[in-house]
């Protein structure tokens, strides 16, 4: 078996990967086709911890931006996060592959709390973990959580699995002339104001000097070749 570059990660998955091409709700051939590759990176010994986010049902910015309280309209998109992490855990049990769920904010009767220590004691012997409800704060965005618990639990790497398969200078989809970045730093995102995480969450992550790699997740497969330290998708690091 190939042997991974990173021992552990914190992949990165957004609620609209898990949606399909509907764009909403849940894909259970979506979600098992991602979690068979998180079944593969697990048996080579990578320890896995994933955030999840929550826009196939719910985002914060939409109920703000229709005039509800913001803080409500985000706790209301960490509940949605929790829907994406049960989904992800029932396909990875079904697989055999251990798991927990974690949450920030709590809810025994279907999930762990989150507590850093138990975490790690769950990576450590060889279960993945999932972190739902973000950082568990209003007006920080699941991107600041993974940057979050990458720093807390020490990962090598964020694994930022987005729609498009790499980072560009504008949108691929509208601009066919749109430049791809293969290296970048995050001075070079701040600075330009990239569409990759949001500042806080880079910020969070350079002072912590987290690698991230970004890449599509419309094959899944990438999950694996990120981890074997295969050329695909955006590199972001200290140059």
Same mark, same amino acid.
């Given at each position: ?80 996060? %929790? ?36 975490? %790690? ?119």
């Amino acid at each position: 078996m190939d042997t991974p570059k990173y021992k552990r990660v914190i992949l990165k998955i957004s609620g609209e990967a898990l949606a399909g091409k509907a764009g909403v709700g849940l894909d259970q051939d979506v979600i098992s086709a991602i979690c068979e590759q998180i079944k593969v990176i697990s048996e080579m010994g990578v320890e896995v911890g994933i955030v999840v986010g929550g826009g196939n049902f719910w985002r914060g910015r939409t109920g703000k931006n229709k005039g509800m309280d913001q803080t409500r309209a985000d706790h209301m998109g960490m509940l949605a996060t %929790v829907i994406n992490a049960l989904a992800l855990c029932d396909s990875l049990e079904s697989k055999n592959v251990p798991v927990r769920v974690q949450t920030a904010i709590e809810m025994r009767q279907i999930a762990e709390p989150y507590i850093r220590g138990k975490a %790690v004691n769950h990576l450590g012997k060889s279960r993945v973990v999932i972190f739902g409800c973000g950082s568990g704060n209003p007006f920080f965005s699941t991107d600041t959580a993974a940057a979050l618990r990458a720093a807390e639990i020490e990962a090598d790497i964020i694994l930022l699995a987005k729609k498009v398969d790499a980072v560009y200078d504008s949108d691929p989809n509208i601009n066919p002339n749109a430049v791809r970045y293969e290296n970048l730093s995050y001075i070079d995102i701040l600075n330009s104001r990239l569409q990759v995480m949001d500042s806080t969450a880079t910020s969070l992550c350079m002072d912590n000097n987290i690698p991230i790699l970004v890449f599509g997740l419309d094959d899944p497969t990438n999950i694996v070749k990120a981890v074997k330290g295969e050329k695909i998708g955006t590199m972001v690091k200290d140059n």
